[in-house]
């Protein structure tokens, strides 16, 4: 399915307004593509879109423990996070089996920050900070919500559902400009936001900082790691 551009929404959002036989103005084309620019941006913060969702796998560096955030995902290469930054997860593969790493770095871990070891914890910072630095080359599956594509031009498409992103710019088109349905249009806004964050917590939205046990430490091997 391809969404809508930016300009075929602006039209429609002009004749839901009742403005559609002006045509867009300068300055009340601005103003449509705000409403409809942060209605997105609005909805994309709502919750995390199985459809933007993707993954990169990194390879660790020996003593190596800051990464870059994904700029481009293994099944969509246009899309990465470096933007937003909105990594879901990481998981690591020790010998042989991805488990999840937890997010979350105490002060104790920055007292042995230089210890080397497999992945264990991490903290989503300007690059991505892993604990401990890592002892050999690890994979990581850095799992995230891709970054909103442009939204900028006439042609640019919307990166959401349309009809939602009409919605929300409807709704504040109507507050804005006084509409005496606009609380009809406001209450239609609140059911959809509520029903998106209802989703969101049933597909394991609350963000608990402990939530992944720390996979277990590789075994060390006499010849390998111990003289």
């Not at 969509?76 to 089996?97: M, N, P």
Request: charged share 25%; hydrophobic share 35%; glycine share 10%.
């Amino acid at each position: 399915m391809t969404y809508r551009t930016l300009g075929e929404l602006r039209s429609e959002l002009l004749t839901r307004l009742g403005m559609g036989a002006m045509g867009a103005s300068g300055a009340s084309q601005t103003l449509m593509d705000s409403f409809l620019r942060n209605g997105q941006y609005q909805l994309y913060r709502a919750q995390d879109w199985k459809h933007l969702t993707d993954y990169k796998d990194v390879t660790t560096g020996v003593s190596q423990n800051l990464y870059d955030y994904p700029v481009a995902g293994t099944m969509d290469a246009t899309i990465g996070c470096a933007r937003d930054k909105r990594v879901t997860k990481i998981e690591t593969d020790i010998s042989g089996q991805f488990l999840e790493i937890g997010e979350g770095i105490t002060t104790a871990m920055w007292s042995t920050m230089d210890t080397q070891g497999n992945p264990e914890r991490y903290e989503r910072y300007k690059q991505i900070l892993i604990y401990p630095k890592s002892d050999a080359a690890y994979t990581l599956r850095i799992w995230f919500v891709g970054d909103l594509q442009p939204f900028l031009n006439q042609d640019d498409r919307a990166s959401l559902d349309d009809e939602m992103i009409l919605l929300h710019a409807v709704t504040n088109g109507k507050a804005h400009y006084r509409h005496p349905d606009a609380s009809l249009y406001k209450g239609q806004l609140e059911s959809l936001l509520g029903s998106l964050r209802g989703q969101s917590f049933k597909n394991g939205g609350v963000y608990r900082r402990d939530a992944a046990p720390a996979p277990e430490r590789r075994p060390a091997v006499v010849g390998r790691d111990v003289p």
